[in-house]
């Protein structure tokens, strides 16, 4: 193929700025000298500054690139993981590549020749041990920020809480001035349980922010002095206070109440503006479209059919809510009790057939290690690899077909069977009513008022 337009790719992490000292500007060059001495015309250069290769889109230079294929007809960086170190990504670029007759060369890796068998082979070895590496330095780096979060208690990140900022020894400390914006923030929306209004005050009075980041502020526990890291980290006691507990719960009671009730339309004949019980839940058994919230001429609340209102569903019926809220108490323990019981016979069958795919890549590791170590000779080690791969891929098929049991669903089942949670339903209102089963079903199909199919979570 004759080499027209060539695209320049460089990238480098931050981390592998600090650690290795390499840099784009040094890639840059080696690659323009590189096109100079063969005469390759530079279609354009494509850099990735301070961008980990743990993942093709967070790399915004690379997805342009690809964008513009059908204008290159060779893609060079000096280094295989400067392309990329995860393996899927990197047979997933061999392809893309493949259908749009795009070449690619590390200037500094010769042997890399993905057009021949043994060079696909040599390709994912390299990236298999790139991919190996870039883990173990990611879990050295969580390693380093756990014990910096959870005994040093100091911040990993620029980004912390308005409120707060970081001190000389990496402590997160209140910023005074700033920490009082957010104290008036908790007492303003107290005061007004408005969101809308609270937003457009705090904008007005300190910062312009959206409502989203302003209800984020008031869900944040790090004003409690509870810090939630990216990572999952819950942290007690990690900084100082702004906010009292107890300030800070009355204003999640009051979030959750915060749900917009539909106000009477003056200009309608029939409204009752009570919010209805089964809304989102219920489906249709003909065309599996949810059912609408209606009134009747003594205001009661009942569902019907939204395509059959278009004509285009045969399922006429109207289904009242209390008939449906009667049903619906009256099964849903057996409907709790009969979920409970398939999802112990998935777990048993599963115990008996999920393959360990842990112990497989562990083989992978091993026998690359062997092979770097000189231990074992290439035909033994193609020849062993090729077929863990065959079990890799087999396994990862097999487990995905297997059902899947999400633990919070088990316990949450087994909560509501030995919990009477019915006792108090009574004494709730419809929007309680609402939480309470939209917590619990998925959804309804409903045939009858006397048959209900109840899917739970």
Not at 22 to 51: A, F, M, P, W
Not at 337 to 363: F, G, M, Q, V, W
């Amino acid at each position: 193929m004759m080499i027209k337009n060539v695209a320049v790719y460089c990238r480098v992490s931050t981390d592998e700025q600090k650690k290795f000292g390499i840099s784009v500007k040094d890639q840059k060059n080696s690659l323009t000298r590189y096109c100079k001495q063969n005469n390759y015309k530079i279609y354009d250069y494509y850099i990735d500054e301070g961008i980990s290769a743990g993942s093709i889109s967070k790399r915004k230079a690379l997805v342009k690139l690809l964008k513009n294929l059908d204008n290159i007809d060779l893609i060079l960086f000096t280094k295989l993981d400067r392309f990329s170190r995860n393996v899927k990504d990197a047979n997933d670029l061999l392809v893309i590549l493949d259908e749009h007759n795009v070449a690619f060369r590390a200037i500094d890796e010769e042997d890399i020749d993905v057009s021949t068998a043994d060079g696909r082979f040599i390709f994912n070895l390299k990236v298999n041990l790139a991919e190996h590496e870039r883990k173990k330095d990611s879990e050295r780096i969580n390693r380093v920020n756990k014990y910096k979060y959870e005994v040093s208690k100091t911040v990993c990140t620029g980004k912390i809480p308005y409120g707060y900022k970081i001190s000389k020894d990496k402590k997160m400390i209140i910023d005074e001035e700033k920490s009082k914006h957010i104290e008036e923030l908790f007492d303003y929306y107290l005061k007004t349980n408005n969101l809308n209004d609270t937003t457009r005050w705090f904008s007005e009075t300190y910062v312009k922010r959206s409502l989203r980041m302003i209800k984020h502020y008031l869900n944040d526990s790090s004003y409690i002095g509870i810090f939630k890291t990216t990572s999952g980290l819950i942290l007690d006691d990690f900084c100082e206070a702004i906010i009292d507990e107890e300030t800070f719960n009355k204003v999640q009671k009051s979030l959750e109440r915060n749900v917009k009730r539909s106000r009477p339309d003056p200009s309608r004949k029939r409204h009752n503006a009570e919010p209805y019980i089964f809304s989102g839940l219920l489906k249709c058994p003909k065309c599996g479209c949810s059912l609408s919230g209606k009134v009747n001429t003594t205001l009661a609340h009942y569902y019907r059919c939204r395509k059959h209102e278009m004509k285009v569903c045969e399922y006429k019926k109207c289904i009242s809510e209390k008939d449906i809220e009667k049903y619906v108490l009256n099964n849903i323990k057996t409907v709790l009790e009969k979920a409970k019981l398939n999802i112990d016979n998935i777990n048993r069958n599963n115990s008996n057939t999920i393959i360990n795919i842990d112990n497989i890549k562990n083989k992978i590791n091993k026998l690359t290690n062997l092979y770097m170590n000189d231990l074992v000779d290439i035909d033994y080690y193609k020849l062993e690899y090729s077929d863990l791969q065959r079990q890799l891929s087999s396994a990862k098929e097999h487990n995905s077909n297997q059902p899947k049991i999400n633990k919070e669903d088990i316990d949450r089942i087994n909560n509501l069977l030995t919990t009477d949670f019915l006792s108090l339903y009574d004494t709730f209102d419809n929007l309680e009513k609402r939480r309470l089963w939209a917590s619990i079903i998925d959804y309804i199909i409903v045939n009858d008022k006397n048959d209900l199919e109840i899917v739970v979570y």
